[in-house]
């Protein structure tokens, strides 16, 4: 599976983006997909998930502020993003999981940079 995110770039806080990641193949083909960031210095971290069902979860630093959401249509997954903060800046990448010959497999992509300015 590749993965393109784009979307990325400079806003003030309390602006909003929203990220958008295009695979490959049908969405509906990947068990799970994410939204992880990374900002310097610090770890790679989940921001949130949706999974096969459409269920979704959030990191409680984004909860309220950011929507995973998905269409099919377009093999696309979104990180609507708002309310942002200086502290959500960080390389965006998004992941697909799939379970295949009896193992989870993780595909990333590139990522995209969102920036927030005081």
């Known amino acids: 599976v590749q993965l393109v995110e784009s979307g990325g770039g400079l806003v003030q806080a309390g602006g909003s983006l929203r990220l958008s990641c295009v695979a490959s193949?049908?969405?509906?083909?990947?068990?799970?997909m994410d939204w992880y960031r990374q900002a310097p210095g610090k770890q790679r971290e989940l921001v949130a998930s949706?999974?096969?069902?459409?269920?979704?979860d959030y990191a409680d630093s984004v909860k309220g502020r950011f929507t995973i959401s998905r269409d099919a249509a377009n093999n696309t997954l979104y990180l609507q993003m708002t309310s942002l903060k200086p502290e959500d800046t960080a390389v965006y990448f998004c992941?697909?999981?799939?379970?295949?010959?009896?193992?989870?497999?993780?595909?990333w992509g590139q990522g995209t940079q969102v920036t927030v300015t005081v």
């Open positions: 949706i999974i096969s069902s459409g269920s979704t």
């Open positions: 193949r049908s969405i509906f083909t990947i068990n799970n």
């Open positions: 992941k697909a999981q799939i379970f295949s010959l009896s193992t989870w497999q993780d595909y």
